[in-house]
């Protein structure tokens, strides 16, 4: 019915068939390929989020190191209100050992007429006194090395003050860094975006070129059958065909239009995105 017998139309079926698979391949490979771009940008977004978090273990180191000197400053503290307590007491000691003195004094001076019992009392008082200087000299040692202690607490306590000013620096510092990250990885989400409308319309545009390929296709089988089998019953078989390709390649064309025109936008807005200049 067809009329194979005469050899024209299986050359041409041939070359349809392969034409048709080169077509399937390439789709495959820019499919491929449009996959390893999704990869790459979903690595990106993963080394971004472990800078992200290697910055919040920092944030949080540098809070413990200011926590652990406020507990140092509190230390200081403590320390030099307990030496200031302890030269309170020595001065009370010394005031109790001036009026002993005195006490003495008037003592001598009544014990005169029993002189010689005042004089083994005063061997007796020179040597308690004696003891009393020694103990004095010893507490004034001792106050000469709480207030070296003391000097050295004020120095440490100064270094402690700059070693805080320049972990304050630091952490304004990592501040600015970290709301930079936060503009960048916002550039990035809109680029990111844009990519995704873009590749959306050009998926679209290949399913409209498929379109009209298929619309082709049939238009040059129905004018090939046309043109062979001439006028006969399957003329409106043929005439359908043709009809149904013509309306294919179309809406085919049409879409494809749309499509592209759509793609051209996007990619003027990609032109111009901050996101997307830096990666060029």
């Known amino acids: 019915m067809f009329g194979f017998g005469k050899g024209k139309w299986r050359p041409t079926a041939s070359r349809g068939i392969r034409l048709a698979v080169q077509?399937?391949?390439?789709?495959?490979?820019?499919?491929?390929?449009?996959?390893?771009?999704?990869?790459?940008?979903?690595?990106?977004?993963?080394?971004?989020?472990?800078?992200?978090?290697?910055?919040?273990?920092?944030?949080?180191?540098?809070?413990?190191?200011?926590?652990?000197?406020?507990?140092?400053?509190?230390?200081?503290?403590?320390?030099?209100?307990?030496?200031?307590?302890?030269?309170?007491?020595?001065?009370?000691?010394?005031?109790?050992?001036?009026?002993?003195r005195s006490a003495f004094a008037s003592q001598r001076t009544d014990l005169a007429v029993n002189r010689t019992e005042m004089a083994r009392r005063r061997t007796s008082l020179a040597e308690g006194r004696t003891s009393m200087a020694q103990e004095r000299t010893l507490q004034a040692e001792r106050r000469t090395d709480?207030?070296?202690?003391?000097?050295?607490?004020?120095?440490?306590?100064?270094?402690?003050?700059?070693?805080?000013?320049?972990?304050?620096?630091?952490?304004?510092?990592?501040?600015?860094?970290?709301?930079?990250?936060?503009?960048?990885?916002?550039?990035?989400?809109?680029?990111?975006?844009?990519?995704?409308?873009?590749?959306?319309?050009?998926?679209?545009?290949r399913t409209y070129l498929a379109m009209i390929r298929t619309g082709l296709a049939f238009l040059a089988v129905g004018l090939t059958l046309f043109r062979y089998f001439g006028l006969s019953p399957w003329s409106f078989f043929d005439g359908g065909l043709i009809l149904f390709s013509v309306i294919m390649v179309i809406i085919g064309g049409r879409g494809y239009y749309a499509a592209h025109r759509k793609g051209r936008e996007i990619e003027d807005l990609l032109s111009t995105d901050a996101g997307f200049l830096d990666l060029n």
Request: net charge positive; glycine share 2%; no cysteine.
């Open 23 to 100: 077509e399937v391949a390439r789709q495959e490979l820019e499919g491929n390929r449009l996959l390893e771009e999704q990869n790459d940008m979903a690595r990106q977004r993963t080394e971004a989020t472990s800078n992200l978090l290697q910055f919040s273990g920092q944030t949080v180191k540098h809070t413990e190191q200011q926590t652990a000197m406020a507990q140092e400053r509190t230390a200081l503290t403590r320390e030099q209100t307990r030496l200031s307590t302890r030269s309170t007491e020595l001065a009370n000691i010394r005031t109790d050992l001036s009026r002993e």
């Open 146 to 205: 709480l207030s070296s202690t003391r000097t050295d607490l004020a120095r440490e306590r100064s270094s402690l003050a700059e070693k805080r000013t320049e972990f304050s620096v630091l952490r304004t510092e990592m501040a600015k860094l970290r709301n930079e990250l936060a503009q960048n990885r916002t550039l990035r989400a809109k680029t990111r975006t844009r990519l995704s409308l873009q590749r959306t319309e050009l998926a679209r545009g």
